[in-house]
């Protein structure tokens, strides 16, 4: 089980972004955090503080099935009872009455604590899902110790947090999932830690369950859940971060680890990021110069801005607009950190914009440095090439998987 010079380009390729950036209006008297996660209109959201209850939004209900007990204390969370679900890594699983429900798109949100890792116990520690054969809604902690989120049969996103981070430490795990914007993405206490252009399948009908997968069996989870929601939308990352903000908690710093099978990348020099990236063209993964890496991250952040000008002003913004932040009030776009043109002494970057549709080039100022291209025609589908000459247009290499996790160049 389990997974875009010229204004053409070769072949699409998807990636990974947020679609769209919307704060909460988080101020002095900051909600608590059940009030935070009910303004975003979740399908289904359970706290999880009793063995049995109901929904704190819609109608549906949760019910406790084998080795179960409520137990305290929990996360801590701003305006939370302290208790939480404990589940025994046996015969322990919650069931509940939503089924179905979601579309083309989805969120899934959990607090965890592990009492075990799944490297020890040998087997998948399941957090919460819609589990179907084939188009999986599935998130999970691998006997790897990798968290990963499932969405079509063969396809996952995946995260490796530290393994000093897991045991007996609460942390808030979120899972997005567009399949109409080919958007992917995981969350790990309130940071972007991961997003591919995965997407999978839409129309997900299977019933909701947490700890414990209802079709795939064994994968038993050990340790403490609580605050369990489920949306039929991908949340925004200002969302996802202003609810973790009216947690209370603070932000573990594991959540700049790397991803799966990739390594982090220097923090010296003008641009202080630890971002991975995992990029393939049609011979295999593409392995990246530190300067090439820089070059990637300008227009994933560019592309990352773009798309949440295409959904909010119905337009592509200009690189001016980026830099100065200059957007129609309460439109909450992101900006870029840096100027690449000053920053960058290695390439030149250019934005051409036209309604929807824009176009990013990274050109190499130097010989033995890839060139890239990024373009999209609409809100969606983005197209990326490379050329090993330095300058890279529609007749150039396309890239298939493309990956970055951690931190961006592009901020509120």
Not at 199 to 222: E, L, Q
Not at 262 to 273: K, L
Request: charged letters at 15%; glycine letters at 10%.
């Amino acid at each position: 089980m389990s997974n875009h010079s010229q204004w053409i380009c070769a072949s699409s390729a998807a990636f990974a972004v947020i679609v769209g950036f919307q704060t909460l209006g988080l101020n002095a008297a900051q909600p608590d955090f059940a009030s935070a996660v009910v303004a975003t209109k979740p399908l289904a959201y359970y706290r999880l503080d009793a063995t049995s209850g109901k929904s704190q939004a819609g109608t549906t209900t949760y019910s406790a099935k084998g080795g179960v007990t409520s137990s305290t204390p929990g996360a801590g969370i701003a305006g939370s009872s302290g208790n939480y679900a404990k589940f025994d890594g046996a015969s322990g699983y919650i069931l509940t009455t939503q089924k179905g429900g979601v579309g083309q798109a989805s969120s899934i949100m959990a607090w965890v604590n592990l009492e075990d890792l799944p490297s020890k116990a040998a087997r998948i520690f399941y957090i919460a899902g819609e589990s179907e054969n084939g188009n999986d809604l599935d998130l999970q902690i691998e006997p790897d110790n990798v968290l990963r989120f499932f969405t079509a049969s063969g396809g996952n996103l995946q995260y490796a947090p530290p393994a000093a981070s897991l045991l007996n430490q609460w942390h808030m795990i979120v899972a997005t999932l567009d399949t109409a914007s080919h958007n992917r993405a995981l969350y790990w206490d309130g940071k972007l830690v991961a997003h591919d252009g995965g997407g999978g399948k839409s129309g997900k009908t299977a019933p909701f369950s947490i700890g414990a997968s209802t079709v795939f069996s064994g994968r038993w989870f050990k340790g403490g859940i609580e605050e369990v929601a489920l949306w039929d939308r991908a949340l925004k990352a200002a969302e996802v971060s202003s609810i973790y903000a009216a947690s209370g908690a603070t932000a573990s710093t594991s959540a700049t680890a790397s991803p799966a099978g990739a390594s982090a990348t220097p923090t010296t020099g003008p641009f202080a990021t630890k971002a991975t990236f995992d990029v393939e063209d049609s011979k295999g993964k593409v392995i990246m110069k530190r300067e090439e890496q820089i070059a990637y991250a300008f227009l994933s952040a560019i592309e990352m801005i773009q798309q949440e000008c295409q959904v909010d002003l119905q337009r592509a913004c200009t690189l001016d607009q980026m830099l100065s932040g200059s957007y129609p009030a309460g439109s909450h776009i992101d900006h870029l950190k840096f100027d690449p043109n000053k920053t960058d002494p290695n390439y030149t970057y250019t934005l051409a914009t036209g309604g929807r549709a824009w176009e990013a080039h990274a050109n190499a100022k130097k010989p033995g440095l890839l060139g890239f291209c990024f373009m999209a025609r609409d809100v969606g589908t983005v197209t990326a090439t490379i050329s090993k000459t330095g300058k890279a247009g529609w007749v150039d290499d396309p890239l298939g998987n493309r990956g970055m996790s951690g931190d961006s160049f592009a901020t509120q």
